[in-house]
């Protein structure tokens, strides 16, 4: 305690209470935890990088709870697929909490969080911005001919394939179930729900209707 100052600073609440009004809205609207954002601004706010990880864990899950039961008054929650994602997420963040604490130790928590963060965020932003610049390009021409929803990938020729009646597939487990561990990984390690990286994974990949993801991947975050 002698290296804490005799009276800790005021800090105004104001632009905190504002981003997490913020976050709360691109959750229910887009199925995402908001982690990815407000994790990034309570570092820029001044919050180390490692506590700041773990702080915004509760306003991920309030606002992904709220979220999924509106989703489930709308019955767009495929909760087969999602207690398949919980399955590889619990796994994921079991992995991903020992690797936490472990750069912990070394003291290099903060320098991984910060370099992960601009790696990972610069990488996806990337990818959708040309997933965005195609689709507008696409559009451009209405005569041509427009492909399916998503592709079949290698992946779909996967053994262990299950049925998911909401989501109207049939699939191999193991599809979701990694999924699912990734994003439970990112969440230990970034303090991030991994929806904005699950969402799309989810439809693109796994090949579900836009119409229960967001439900089931806020369901996914809850856990």
């Given at each position: 305690?002698?290296?804490?100052?005799?009276?800790?600073?005021?800090?105004?609440?104001?632009?905190?209470?504002?981003?997490?009004?913020?976050?709360?809205?691109?959750?229910?609207?887009?199925?995402?935890?908001?982690?990815?954002?407000?994790t990034?601004?309570?570092?820029?706010?001044?919050?180390?990088p490692?506590?700041?990880?773990?702080?915004?864990?509760?306003?991920?899950?309030?606002s992904?709870?709220?979220?999924?039961l509106?989703?489930?008054?709308?019955?767009?929650?495929?909760?087969?697929?999602?207690?398949?994602?919980?399955?590889?997420?619990?796994?994921?963040?079991?992995?991903?909490?020992?690797?936490?604490?472990?750069?912990?130790?070394?003291?290099?928590?903060?320098?991984?969080?910060?370099?992960?963060?601009?790696?990972?965020?610069?990488?996806?932003?990337?990818?959708?911005?040309?997933?965005?610049?195609?689709?507008?390009?696409?559009?451009?021409?209405?005569?041509?001919?427009?492909?399916?929803?998503?592709?079949?990938?290698w992946?779909?020729?996967?053994?262990?394939?299950?049925?998911?009646?909401?989501?109207?597939?049939?699939?191999?487990?193991?599809?979701?179930?990694?999924?699912?561990?990734?994003?439970?990984?990112?969440?230990?390690?970034?303090?991030?729900?991994?929806?904005?990286?699950?969402?799309?994974?989810?439809?693109?990949?796994?090949?579900?209707?836009?119409?229960?993801?967001?439900?089931?991947?806020?369901?996914?975050?809850?856990?």
């Amino acid at each position: 305690r002698a290296h804490l100052p005799a009276q800790c600073p005021l800090i105004d609440h104001g632009p905190f209470v504002l981003a997490a009004v913020g976050v709360g809205l691109l959750t229910g609207f887009f199925g995402v935890g908001g982690g990815f954002l407000m994790t990034p601004m309570l570092i820029l706010m001044g919050i180390p990088p490692a506590v700041a990880v773990g702080t915004q864990a509760a306003q991920i899950l309030a606002s992904s709870v709220s979220g999924v039961l509106a989703n489930l008054r709308r019955k767009a929650v495929d909760m087969k697929m999602g207690w398949v994602l919980v399955a590889g997420g619990m796994v994921g963040s079991v992995i991903g909490v020992a690797l936490f604490r472990l750069l912990m130790q070394f003291g290099q928590i903060d320098l991984f969080v910060n370099l992960t963060y601009v790696l990972f965020l610069g990488t996806i932003g990337a990818l959708m911005f040309a997933e965005s610049l195609g689709a507008i390009l696409r559009n451009s021409r209405p005569a041509a001919r427009r492909g399916r929803l998503h592709q079949h990938f290698w992946m779909h020729g996967w053994p262990l394939k299950i049925r998911f009646p909401d989501s109207r597939l049939y699939i191999s487990v193991l599809m979701p179930l990694l999924i699912g561990a990734f994003g439970g990984l990112m969440a230990a390690i970034l303090g991030i729900g991994g929806g904005f990286v699950m969402v799309p994974a989810m439809i693109y990949l796994i090949g579900m209707p836009t119409a229960v993801v967001v439900g089931t991947s806020l369901f996914q975050i809850c856990f």
